[in-house]
C-alpha cells in the first residue's frame, strides 16, 4: 500500500511540473543544424500529409498529358497578373487619348473579312470645331488598300460633308449568281473603287438623324491577285461588269432612329434608305436601290446579357431600259456580317432577306460570348422567296472589345448545309449612312 502511495505521489508531481522543466530538458539536447531542421519540418507524419505527397500510380499518365495544358494557363495567369501589375490598358487609354487630343486616332483593322491583317489611322484637324478635314489611311499585308478624305462643316441647320474614298481591294469572292450557285465555282476578282461626293445631314439629340447626298463613282473589276484562284470569266461568260470601268452617279437619301441605349438595355433601332444610280457617258444603267436594318434588344439579366434580333433587306429594281447591273454592284451574303455559317460573299443577287437572332453573354468586362442563329435569301422575284430557298446556320463567337466600347476583334465559328466556317475579323466600322453600290469594310452589327 505504501509503494502504490508513493508512485502516485510521483505522478502527480510530475504532471505539475512547469513549463520551465520542458525548456531545461530541451537545452539538455545536442543543438540541431539547419539541415537537420529543414528534414525535420518536411516530414510527412500525418494520413492527409502522404495523400498530398504521393500519386497514385493510375494519375501519372493523366498527369503527363495535361501538363501542356497546366503550362499554358499557368502561363497566362502569370501574363495577366502581370498585365493588370504594370497597368498596361491604362498606359494604352491615356496614350491613345494624348494621340486623339493631337488629332490622331489609330485603326487595327478595319478593311473588312478576308482582307488580312493590317490597320492604319486618321489625322484630323480642328477636331471638334464647327469647321474639321480628316484624312484616312489603311492597309493590310494582302494588299488591301484604303484613302479617304472627308471636309465637314456644322451649322445650326445641319452638318455639309464633302467627301472622297479609294479602294483596292486585292482578292473578292464570287461562286455566281443566285441561290443555287455552286461553291466548287469559286473565283476571285480584284476590285477597285473611286467616289467622291457631297452630304447633308441632319442629326437631332444624337438619337434621329436624316440626310441626302449624291456621289460620282468609278469602279472596275479586275482580275484577282490569289494565283489558287480563277477569275470569274473562268467559270461564268459574259459576266457583266468584268474587266471593264463602270461610271455612274447616286443620289440618295437615308433615315436613322437609335433607341439603344446601352448593350444589355431594352432598346431598338431602323435604318431607311433609297438610292438611283445612273450611268455617265454611253451608259444605259439606271436602277433603284432600297435598303432597311431592324434591330431589337430584350434584357436577359441586367448588364450582362440579352437577346438581340435583326433583320436587313435590300432590294434592286432596274428601270425597263437599263442595261445590265454590274454583278459585283449586286447585293450579296456570306461572311461574319451576314450569314456565319457560309463563305465569305457566297451569294449574289438582285434582291437579299436576312434574320439574326443571338444572345450576347459577357464574361469579361471586354469579352462577350454569343451563340447565335442566322439565316437569309437572295431572290431575283418575289416568286422565288420559299421556305426550301433559304440558307441557315449556327454556331458560336466571341467578340472583343476595347474599354472605349469598339470592337477590335471577332472570332465566329458557324455550321450550315455546306460545311463549318471560322472567321475571324480585326476590327469593326460604323454602318455606312447610305450603301449603295460600294463596298465597305465590316461595318458594327
Known amino acids: ?13 510530475m504532471l505539475a511540473l512547469p513549463a520551465a522543466g520542458v525548456v531545461i530538458c530541451s537545452l539538455l539536447r545536442p543543438p540541431i543544424s539547419p539541415a537537420q531542421q529543414f528534414v525535420e519540418e518536411a516530414r510527412i507524419r500525418t494520413p492527409e500529409e502522404i495523400r498530398e505527397n504521393t500519386r497514385r500510380p493510375l494519375l501519372v499518365p493523366v498527369e503527363v498529358a495535361s501538363w501542356p495544358f497546366h503550362k499554358l494557363s499557368s502561363g497566362m495567369e502569370r501574363g495577366f497578373i502581370a498585365f493588370e501589375r504594370h497597368r498596361i490598358r491604362e498606359r494604352m487609354n491615356l496614350w491613345t487619348e494624348e494621340l486623339r487630343h493631337h488629332g490622331v486616332q489609330a485603326r487595327f483593322g478595319g478593311s ?22 480628316q484624312f484616312l489611311g489603311l492597309a493590310t499585308f494582302k494588299a488591301y488598300q484604303e484613302f479617304g478624305i472627308q471636309w465637314q462643316s456644322t451649322t445650326p441647320a445641319g452638318s455639309v460633308i464633302a467627301e472622297s474614298s479609294y479602294q483596292w481591294r486585292s482578292d473578292e469572292n464570287f461562286y455566281g449568281l443566285g441561290h443555287n450557285s455552286v461553291r466548287t465555282n469559286h473565283s476571285m476578282f480584284a476590285l477597285r473603287q473611286t467616289w467622291a461626293g457631297l452630304r447633308w445631314e441632319y442629326q437631332v439629340k444624337g438619337r434621329v438623324r436624316w440626310g441626302a447626298l449624291y456621289r460620282a463613282a468609278w ?9 489558287h484562284f480563277g477569275p470569274p470569266d473562268a467559270f461564268f461568260s459574259n459576266l457583266t461588269g468584268y474587266g471593264t470601268q463602270t461610271r455612274l452617279g447616286t443620289a440618295g437619301v437615308y433615315f436613322d432612329m437609335d433607341g439603344i441605349r446601352n448593350e444589355y438595355q431594352l432598346g431598338g433601332a431602323t435604318h431607311f434608305g433609297a438610292s438611283y444610280q445612273h450611268g455617265f457617258g454611253n451608259s444605259s444603267l439606271s436602277y433603284f436601290a432600297y435598303e432597311t436594318q431592324l434591330e431589337g434588344r430584350l434584357p436577359v439579366s441586367r448588364e450582362s446579357s440579352a437577346f438581340v434580333g435583326q433583320a436587313n433587306f435590300e432590294l434592286t429594281r432596274a428601270r425597263h431600259d437599263s442595261s445590265s447591273i454590274p454583278f459585283y454592284m449586286l447585293p450579296h451574303i456570306g461572311g461574319s456580317s451576314t450569314l456565319r455559317g457560309f463563305a465569305l460573299d457566297r451569294f449574289y443577287g438582285r434582291n437579299l432577306a436576312l434574320l439574326s437572332l443571338e444572345y450576347r453573354y459577357r464574361i469579361h468586362p471586354f469579352v462577350q460570348v454569343i451563340p447565335f442563329f442566322d439565316e437569309g435569301q437572295i431572290f431575283d422575284r418575289s416568286e422565288d422567296l420559299s421556305w426550301l430557298n433559304w440558307h441557315r446556320n449556327y454556331g458560336l463567337g466571341f467578340r472583343f472589345r476595347s474599354a472605349g466600347g469598339a470592337t477590335f476583334m471577332r472570332v465566329e465559328y458557324g455550321r450550315s448545309s455546306e460545311g463549318s466556317e471560322i472567321h475571324i475579323v480585326f476590327g469593326d466600322r460604323e454602318r455606312p449612312p447610305l450603301r449603295g453600290p460600294f463596298r465597305y469594310g465590316a461595318y458594327k452589327r
Open 1 to 13: 500500500m505504501l509503494a502504490f502511495l508513493l508512485a502516485t505521489d510521483m505522478r502527480r508531481k
Open 112 to 133: 473588312g473579312e478576308g482582307s488580312g491583317f493590317g490597320g492604319g489611322g486618321t489625322y484630323t484637324l480642328h477636331a471638334g470645331k464647327a469647321n474639321s478635314l
Open 219 to 227: 469602279i472596275s473589276a479586275l482580275r484577282g491577285g490569289d494565283p
